[in-house]
């Protein structure tokens, strides 16, 4: 596979790529090695929306081990989560993320069955690797599907991609024209999304779908 591929020397442990848009409810995309009953239990549960290294991942920028994600974790669903992932051998591991400019958020674990001392020491050593691994398979995916055509029932959510990307525009300050030009669509384009973004949101304007979608952690 590419991922696998694209680790390289990392080869040889498990591995499991997540992604998502950031507050859409959708199902996430899952690419990994882990064994495919805990893959299904995991897929089927949405066990996602509980996950404590999802949910650190979310606040964080940089790689860290599971460890630090459960000792944040306030959740004892979460915690229970991890304890029965340790019965597929899922025991310690650590993740890298990366959050894109489209509102992305995607992650990559790694773990190890072998000795913890050393799993570690391996991940200092190849951290570099490892993080460019996942922003080249994570832009490899965006290169071949949008993100609609990827999770097709975010459109189904808020606002599509493009309604998105025409508030945050809006938000920075910029024009009609200036976001048509942007776009390659036209003003008149540009004036549909803000009259459906504004519907969806339950405001008048421009000035209050920003607002109201910041305040629904949208932008």
């Not at 996602?48 to 920028?61: A, E, R, T, V, Y």
């Not at 958020?105 to 190849?126: I, K, N, P, V, W």
Request: proline share 3%; glycine share 6%.
């Amino acid at each position: 596979m590419e991922l696998e591929k694209l680790l390289g020397d990392v080869q040889g442990l498990s591995y499991a790529y997540f992604a998502a848009p950031k507050n859409r409810e959708v199902t996430p995309l899952i690419v990994s090695n882990y064994p495919s009953r805990w893959l299904k239990a995991y897929k089927n549960a949405n066990y996602h929306l509980i996950d404590p290294i999802i949910h650190h991942g979310l606040k964080s920028c940089a790689p860290f081990a599971w460890s630090d994600a459960l000792q944040a974790c306030g959740n004892d669903k979460g915690l229970e989560l991890f304890r029965r992932s340790s019965q597929y051998r899922i025991c310690f591991g650590a993740t890298f993320t990366l959050h894109d400019a489209g509102g992305m958020f995607s992650s990559l674990s790694l773990c190890d069955s072998g000795q913890q001392a050393d799993f570690e020491r391996r991940m200092a050593d190849q951290q570099g690797q490892i993080q460019m691994a996942l922003i080249r398979f994570h832009g490899r995916l965006l290169s071949l599907r949008t993100v609609d055509e990827l999770f097709p029932e975010s459109q189904n959510g808020p606002l599509s991609a493009r309604e998105l990307g025409v508030l945050k525009l809006v938000m920075m300050g910029k024009v009609y024209r200036e976001i048509a030009l942007m776009c390659a669509i036209s003003e008149r384009t540009v004036k549909f999304h803000m009259s459906n973004i504004s519907e969806k949101l339950q405001v008048c304007n421009a000035k209050q779908a920003v607002y109201e979608a910041q305040r629904q952690g949208i932008l």
